[in-house]
């Protein structure tokens, strides 16, 4: 069974460092890697997913197939990064429910 | 991205009673999930509810507690039988789109508290 590990339950940086929230995942197929955030009293929102290789609001992550991590960096974290960050699996096919981490808290001090 | 309204968004509810949560996407969608986070924890999911037939529930949840209907590709609901303290949690809504790949979309969540 799919499985997704953050082991930070707390970051905590000052605004303008270097943020990387780990996360790492155990799973014997190919699976499709996302990162969620949710804002203080907002909605879960999806931030990225590794086949789209995108940058969002600053933020990467690479899949590393052979570490099986899909970490979460971001060069200079802002105080509106300030966030609760979940990452997520799926089994690669479409629509496939989701396993998620434990989720890491962000908190970025002025 | 799919809008999904679900509601009510937060309850207060007795020990013993029942609660319903409904949940409305705005498009079409292919897959609807329902997952709970208690306090201070990740999501969890209890079950993809499906169309027209009975919902398949991950291990740890039974229909009995969590009955699921999902009438319609565009809705679905959730209850929570026979209340305890532990069922206090947020319980959310989420959906695949169709045509987005592999994206999964969620709604607000509804708040249960259990007194």
């Known amino acids: 069974a799919q499985r997704v590990t953050q082991p930070e339950k707390l970051l905590s940086v000052f605004k303008g460092a270097p943020v990387e929230l780990k996360c790492n995942y155990s799973?014997?197929?190919?699976?499709?890697l996302f990162w969620y955030v949710q804002y203080s009293r907002q909605r879960l929102q999806l931030l990225l997913r590794h086949i789209s290789r995108e940058s969002i609001k600053g933020f990467t992550a690479d899949l590393n197939k052979g570490e099986t991590s899909f970490h979460l960096k971001k060069p200079f974290a802002q105080e509106e990064d300030s966030a609760m960050y979940y990452c997520?699996?799926?089994?690669?096919?479409?629509?496939?429910?989701?396993?998620f981490g434990g989720g890491t808290r962000l908190m970025v001090k002025p | 991205s799919a809008v999904i309204s679900q509601k009510p968004s937060r309850d207060i509810c007795q020990r013993g009673t029942s609660l319903t949560i409904q949940c409305q996407v705005d498009s079409q969608v292919t897959m609807m999930f329902w997952y709970r986070q208690q306090p201070g924890q990740s999501l969890t999911l209890i079950a993809t509810?499906?169309?027209?037939?009975?919902?398949?529930?991950e291990s740890g949840f039974v229909i009995d507690k969590f009955p699921i209907s999902r009438p319609n590709l565009t809705f679905s609901t959730l209850t929570v039988s026979n209340m305890s303290p532990e069922d206090s949690s947020i319980y959310l809504c989420s959906a695949h789109r169709t045509g987005t790949g592999n994206t999964i979309y969620f709604g607000e969540g509804s708040w249960l508290t259990v007194v």
């Open positions: 509810a499906n169309q027209g037939s009975e919902a398949t529930y």
């Open positions: 799973y014997s197929g190919s699976p499709e």
């Open positions: 997520a699996l799926s089994e690669g096919n479409a629509g496939n429910m989701l396993t």
